[in-house]
């Protein structure tokens, strides 16, 4: 498996408008309580939109075993069947996928046969390559500057990762996703799951910078785009046994432009 600090590199091309990337977490295929209606119109949506891309971030298995909090014998597929599942579901847009890391449900079998289901899928896939076992760093090159002409083309710094802790309110969640998202300077965008909250915030970090090198020193502000993906579950089982909050069910991605230096995200 591939270090986390090996960078992953994307060019999509200089005649690009922009690029469309879906944040894809915390599906827990599997899960009684997984829509699956909904992630087979979001798929047809996917594959209609030549622009729209991936990048998964963990849990996309239930994977319950003995040994966890998931009721095992409640699951609607066996983990071998989880994975055969969603290789059979990416295989036709396995192209269209930037990067994956684990989450919480596949470290479960990690911890006790070392084995990580989703590289699994992603080996089934070719893919190992864009996998990593915490968190993935990208460079994604798209379009160019419109006013400078196509020798300045735009690029866009990524960091993915499955994320941790509980954040039963949103303001948790952006708390905790804020501060993590400060521990690599220089990034344009930052994803994240596990809270079961689709949501976006756009903090800003002042940057010292010194203007090549010229002598010329300014302090300046730089916005970070902070994404954590939709989950795939109705509002049952699990969540409301232990009283957390309904989730929002829209999945929500983020643009990339293409003809100026610019990352939004729609919720």
């Not at 030549?50 to 699951?75: F, L, Q, R, T, W």
């Not at 609607?76 to 059979?88: I, N």
């Not at 409301?240 to 100026?260: C, F, T, Y």
């Amino acid at each position: 498996m591939r270090d986390d600090r090996e960078v992953i590199r994307h060019d999509l091309g200089v005649d690009r408008p922009g690029i469309r990337i879906y944040p894809i977490a915390d599906l827990h295929i599997g899960s009684r309580d997984v829509d699956e209606q909904r992630w087979h119109r979001w798929r047809q949506k996917l594959l209609a939109d030549p622009n729209a891309y991936i990048v998964i971030a963990g849990d996309m298995m239930n994977n319950a075993i003995k040994s966890s909090v998931s009721d095992c014998y409640g699951e609607t597929m066996r983990p071998s069947e989880q994975k055969k599942w969603l290789v059979s579901q990416l295989r036709d847009i396995r192209d269209r996928i930037l990067c994956g890391v684990p989450g919480n449900h596949e470290a479960r079998s990690q911890r006790e046969v070392d084995d990580d289901p989703l590289y699994d899928v992603f080996a089934k896939l070719d893919l190992e390559d864009v996998y990593r076992p915490v968190s993935a760093f990208l460079w994604i090159k798209v379009g160019y500057n419109a006013q400078e002409g196509p020798s300045t083309r735009l690029g866009y710094r990524l960091q993915v990762t499955h994320g941790t802790g509980r954040g039963a309110l949103t303001g948790g969640a952006v708390n905790r996703t804020e501060r993590a998202l400060r521990y690599c300077e220089g990034l344009d965008v930052y994803i994240s799951a596990h809270c079961h909250k689709a949501l976006a915030t756009r903090p800003a970090v002042m940057t010292f910078d010194v203007a090549g090198g010229r002598g010329r020193c300014r302090i300046l502000d730089r916005d970070i785009l902070n994404v954590v993906a939709s989950p795939w579950q109705s509002y049952a089982g699990y969540a409301m046994a232990k009283q957390l909050s309904p989730s929002s069910m829209a999945v929500n991605h983020i643009w990339l432009d293409g003809r100026e230096k610019h990352a939004s995200a729609t919720i």
